[in-house]
Every structure is written in structure tokens, then in C-alpha cells.
Nanobody
Framework: QVQLVESGGGLVQPGGSLRLSCVAS????????MGWYRQAPGKERELVAS???????YYAASVKGRFTISRDGAKKTVYLQMNSLKPEDTAVYSC??????WGQGTQVTVSS
């Protein structure tokens, strides 16, 4: 059974950085699409960044230039590097893969 496990969240001050990891139990190239999503309390879940098996990436306008999605096939991991974090980035970040479903999520809190 496919498993997706996110990690790397935590508490960080505005302007700080975090790197989230989504580790899959199988080759990440088995998934045609993988994405990072986030959901803050009272808000809809939104797509933050995604990557297709061919390497094409997408970023939400709110994070473009600050976040970077990348992958390491050998480690079966997709990363989300988050720089210049803002309080509005506070949310539970979850990984989703086509055909694999959701990971459990990891909390990111940006606060002074």
C-alpha cells in the first residue's frame, strides 16, 4: 500500500525558512503528479506547489519566488523549500500524489 509521510514542519519566525519532506513508500516517479497543499483554520485547502513526473512545476502566486518544490528519486522524497516565511503561511501542509492519496500533514507555524 502506498504511504506518504510528511515531515519538517515546526515553529519559525517571520523571514525564516523550513524544508518540508514528503517520503513515499514507492518510487515517486510512479506518480504522474505530486503536490503540496496547505490548509489554515477556517480556510479552504489550497495548492501551494506541484510537480509532474516529467519535471514541470507549478507555484501558487502567493508563494512564487519564495517556495521551491523539488524531488530526490533515490530517496523517494519530494521537498518543499520554504523561504522568507510569512505569518500567512501558517497552515497544515499536506502532500498528495495522484493514485496515492494524502499524507498525514505537518504543521507549519510562522510567528514572532
Amino acid at each position: 500500500q502506498v504511504q506518504l509521510v510528511e515531515s519538517g514542519g515546526g515553529l519559525v519566525q517571520p523571514g525564516g525558512s523550513l524544508r518540508l519532506s514528503c517520503v513515499a513508500s514507492r518510487s515517486i516517479f510512479d506518480f504522474s503528479y505530486m503536490g503540496w497543499y496547505r490548509q489554515a483554520p477556517g480556510k479552504e485547502r489550497e495548492l501551494v506547489a506541484s510537480i509532474y513526473s516529467g519535471g514541470t512545476t507549478y507555484y501558487a502566486a502567493s508563494v512564487k519566488g519564495r517556495f521551491t518544490i523539488s524531488r530526490d528519486g533515490a530517496k523517494k522524497t519530494v521537498y518543499l523549500q520554504m523561504n522568507s516565511l510569512k505569518p500567512e503561511d501558517t497552515a497544515v501542509y499536506s502532500c498528495w500524489a495522484s493514485g496515492g492519496g494524502w499524507g498525514q500533514g505537518t504543521q507549519v507555524t510562522v510567528s514572532s
